[in-house]
């Protein structure tokens, strides 16, 4: 075999190798990723450690989160435990080689921070004194601090200002034990997806009576709950969430929504006072919080939040997104034109914006270009029923009722029972 045989037939095993693995590991692929924003966003360092090779590749990676990676943005928090000479000579010459990323992840490592760790076999002695060491560094963990826990009590969530108790972390915990919960929980979603939503209801039911602290099970719950016109039931059942203590601070930035879609303005706002009191750079919370302080009116509030998230992320295409719905909930055109179009520099799929950029030109009489704006967010998402309902209306009122027709009427057909108002006014228009 000649080299270029050699190079392409490893190639070619490499390619075959991506295809498999994107088959069956994205999904694990996504929910890891989710891990790290989620841990990023809450205020939490990355650390990564390794062996040989693996130590080359903890610390590639703890660079491209500290410098950059595909463009520039704010630098944010990674350590590599294998690079201090020093540190790792003296702990291995002292306490041994197995404790030296165990003993940096004992004096670094915080509640809310996530140890990457990266293993060939999965069994080199100090790679599972790091895993040991990472998992006691969190046995004693709280998602608010006194603060946030004080705002909270005043929302009747918790029973006492004062911080609860350390939660005892058990083999329960251990994520090796909830993969079998996990994939029951995506082939509930698969299934909800397909139509079988009491099925997959009553399946995530049993997920949660087995594993009652498998708090993503009750996000899943809840969002099913919502899509089929439960939102009262979706808002208890992660108030119950909330009230046991066992809530992340994404799980209290999805209920804060579910109030807001219910008309709680108020109780939604306080609620993610409380997260960004414990987390002031979540930027989930903060784009939250401001489309809230934007719905009562406080435009001044919501923009502070929207600029607070490009203060962390100048490429946020959502927090644009955000401060052009604003400005053209405060009467603003121009400033919603430029919010927005810039949103979809930075992100041209995003369909809500695409949604918000047409109304705004439909107010400044640019039909066609509000046409082809809700066209295009239609096309990105075919369930955006908001933009559904707004070309079919608008198409309606501007006298092209032909071609209002299939909007309307795919409006009345598939908008789910929360657009219960406007599915009635919509057949009222075509019945006249």
């Not at 004194?129 to 909270?152: I, K, P, V």
């Not at 009750?218 to 979706?234: C, E, I, N, P």
């Not at 108020?266 to 903060?286: F, I, R, T, W």
Request: with cysteine; charged share 20%; net charge negative.
């Amino acid at each position: 075999m000649t080299a270029a045989e050699r190079a392409r037939a490893g190639l070619t095993g490499l390619a075959a190798l991506a295809a498999r693995v994107s088959e069956h590991h994205a999904d694990d692929i996504a929910r890891l990723a989710g891990r790290y924003i989620e841990a990023l966003q809450g205020g939490g360092t990355l650390f990564f450690a390794g062996n040989g090779g693996s130590a080359a590749d903890a610390q590639h990676l703890a660079t491209e989160y500290v410098v950059r990676y595909s463009h520039n943005r704010r630098a944010l928090p990674a350590i590599a435990l294998t690079t201090d000479t020093s540190l790792l000579t003296a702990c291995g010459n002292d306490l041994g080689f197995d404790e030296i990323f165990a003993r940096q992840i004992e004096a670094l490592a915080r509640p809310g921070d996530l140890v990457v760790l990266h293993s060939t076999s999965g069994e080199s002695p100090n790679v599972v004194r790091a895993a040991q060491a990472a998992r006691a560094s969190s046995s004693e963990r709280t998602t608010l601090n006194a603060d946030a826990r004080q705002r909270l009590q005043a929302l009747g969530y918790v029973a006492a200002s004062a911080g609860a108790g350390p939660r005892v972390y058990t083999d329960a915990d251990d994520p090796k034990m909830l993969i079998g919960p996990a994939e029951d929980l995506n082939r509930a979603l698969i299934a909800f997806r397909a139509g079988s939503r009491d099925e997959a209801m009553s399946a995530v039911r049993s997920i949660i009576q087995a594993h009652p602290g498998f708090t993503t099970s009750y996000g899943v719950l809840a969002s099913m709950q919502r899509d089929t016109g439960d939102l009262k039931g979706a808002i208890a059942l992660l108030e119950t969430v909330v009230r046991r203590d066992i809530a992340d601070q994404s799980t209290m930035v999805v209920l804060a929504g579910y109030l807001q879609e219910a008309g709680a303005l108020q109780p939604a706002a306080d609620l993610l006072e409380a997260v960004v009191a414990a987390h002031p750079d979540y930027a989930d919370a903060l784009n939250s919080l401001g489309v809230v302080y934007s719905r009562l009116g406080r435009h001044d509030r919501a923009r502070r939040s929207f600029r607070k998230v490009l203060e962390l992320d100048p490429t946020s295409a959502t927090a644009y997104e955000n401060l052009g719905v604003d400005a053209m909930g405060a009467g603003d055109l121009q400033s919603a034109a430029g919010d927005l179009s810039r949103a979809l520099e930075l992100d041209p799929a995003l369909a809500r914006a695409h949604n918000a950029l047409a109304a705004v030109y439909m107010r400044q009489h640019r039909e066609d270009d509000a046409v082809a704006h809700w066209r295009t967010a239609l096309t990105l998402d075919p369930t955006l029923y908001d933009a559904l309902y707004n070309i079919g209306v608008s198409l309606w009122d501007s006298g092209r009722r032909t071609d209002a027709q299939p909007y309307l009427e795919r409006f009345v057909h598939e908008a789910p029972q929360r657009y219960a108002a406007d599915i009635a006014h919509v057949q009222k228009l075509i019945a006249r």
